[in-house]
T-cell receptor, first 119, second 111 residues
Framework: ETGVTQTPRHLVMGMTNKKSLKCEQHLGHNAMYWYKQSAKKPLELMFVYNFKEQTENNSVPSRFSPECPNSSHLFLHLHTLQPEDSALYLC??????????????????FGPGTRLLVL | TQLLEQSPQFLSIQEGENLTVYCNSSSVFSSLQWYRQEPGEGPVLLVTVVTGGEVKKLKRLTFQFGDARKDSSLHITAAQPGDTGLYLCAGPASGTYKYIFGTGTRLKVLA
């Protein structure tokens, strides 16, 4: 039990569909992340949120749209995806900033991922 | 640009053998994490090392952080089939919320 949950675990969608991935963390962390992991490729950072504010967008196409309504929830809205977007999408969280305002403990905790197949 | 390179990339060994996986960088990291990932699952945190020269043990797994905090190693004693998986090292990029992930070592332990 990692404290980070993701739904759905598996998703098949057509290129014209709109779907959303959900991530929830129960660890009291302030920072949340979306990663893409394709077969035989390293983890690719997509987005970072700290205290609900987006701090990183790693040149991700606009067909991926993140949303972070609060520090515990993170969504990834998908629209008009391409077959090459098929991958394992991972959510992670970390404590984020320290009480003093600097970067605090930085260990990330991952969810189980959503396996996405775009047809 | 901070990079983490892992070696070997692939490793297939017999049950009972020992092995070492390396994670190297030319940059200093404030901490490094090691994860194990099984197919179709997210990476599971094994350990975080923070202090240069630090050694941590987790049952048959021994983790070491280099004195200069630029490298780390994972040593497995008497490997078992349950150790099979993708081993990833990772560290926080300086001054950002980004994490740098290593290229990974895919380990297969044969019974």
């Amino acid at each position: 039990e990692t404290g980070v949950t993701q739904t759905p675990r598996h998703l098949v969608m057509g290129m014209t569909n709109k779907k959303s991935l959900k991530c929830e963390q129960h660890l009291g962390h302030n920072a949340m992340y979306w990663y893409k992991q394709s077969a035989k490729k390293p983890l690719e950072l997509m987005f970072v949120y700290n205290f609900k504010e987006q701090t990183e967008n790693n040149s991700v196409p606009s067909r991926f749209s993140p949303e972070c309504p609060n520090s515990s929830h993170l969504f990834l809205h998908l629209h008009t995806l391409q077959p090459e977007d098929s991958a394992l999408y991972l959510c992670a969280s970390s404590p984020g900033t320290s009480l003093a305002g600097g970067l605090g403990p930085r260990t990330q905790y991952f969810g189980p991922g959503t396996r996405l197949l775009v047809l | 640009t901070q990079l983490l390179e892992q070696s070997p990339q692939f490793l297939s060994i017999q049950e009972g053998e020992n092995l070492t996986v390396y994670c190297n960088s030319s940059s200093v990291f404030s901490s490094l994490q090691w994860y194990r990932q099984e197919p179709g699952e997210g990476p599971v945190l094994l350990v975080t090392v923070v202090t240069g020269g630090e050694v941590k043990k987790l049952k048959r797994l021994t983790f070491q952080f280099g004195d200069a905090r630029k490298d780390s190693s994972l040593h497995i004693t008497a490997a078992q089939p349950g150790d099979t998986g993708l081993y990833l090292c990772a560290g926080p990029a300086s001054g950002t919320y980004k994490y740098i992930f290593g290229t990974g070592t895919r380990l297969k332990v044969l019974a």
